[in-house]
């Protein structure tokens, strides 16, 4: 789908190249291509969650980057003053329902 191969090291860096959109050259940066998977950005997204589905429902541990659990406490805060990460330290096997399309976070 986006290569006939995985990269090794699996990195940011690596996963960015494959998912980059194209861009435009400007006065300070040269045009960059997309990657070969940028069509596929959803795909990944969708197969990403199914494979954290699968690990909740199997009771896998799942470890999530510092980076992205701040990101998630900044789109879906606790309680005022207390972040996701510390609201609910057992986050991978909540029965939280998602939120409707559409909604923005409170």
Same mark, same amino acid.
């Given at each position: 789908?986006?290569?006939?191969?995985?990269?090794?090291?699996?990195?940011?860096?690596?996963?960015?190249?494959?998912?980059?959109?194209?861009?435009? %050259?400007?006065?300070? @940066?040269? /045009? =960059?291509?997309?990657?070969? &998977? *940028?069509?596929?950005?959803?795909?990944?997204? !969708? %197969?990403?969650?199914? @494979?954290? /589905? =699968?690990?909740?429902?199997? &009771? *896998?541990?799942?470890?999530?980057?510092?980076? !992205?659990?701040?990101?998630?406490?900044?789109?879906?805060?606790?309680?005022? &003053?207390?972040?996701?990460?510390?609201?609910?330290?057992?986050?991978?096997?909540?029965?939280?329902?998602?939120?409707?399309?559409?909604?923005?976070?409170?």
């Amino acid at each position: 789908m986006w290569g006939s191969t995985c990269p090794n090291p699996v990195t940011p860096e690596t996963v960015h190249a494959i998912f980059r959109s194209a861009r435009k %050259a400007r006065e300070n @940066q040269p /045009a =960059m291509p997309a990657g070969p &998977g *940028a069509r596929h950005k959803g795909d990944f997204a !969708l %197969a990403l969650a199914d @494979q954290l /589905a =699968m690990a909740r429902d199997t &009771g *896998a541990a799942v470890t999530v980057p510092g980076h !992205l659990r701040d990101l998630f406490d900044f789109l879906y805060p606790g309680p005022v &003053g207390v972040a996701a990460s510390e609201a609910n330290t057992d986050a991978a096997t909540t029965d939280a329902e998602p939120a409707p399309s559409g909604a923005t976070p409170s």
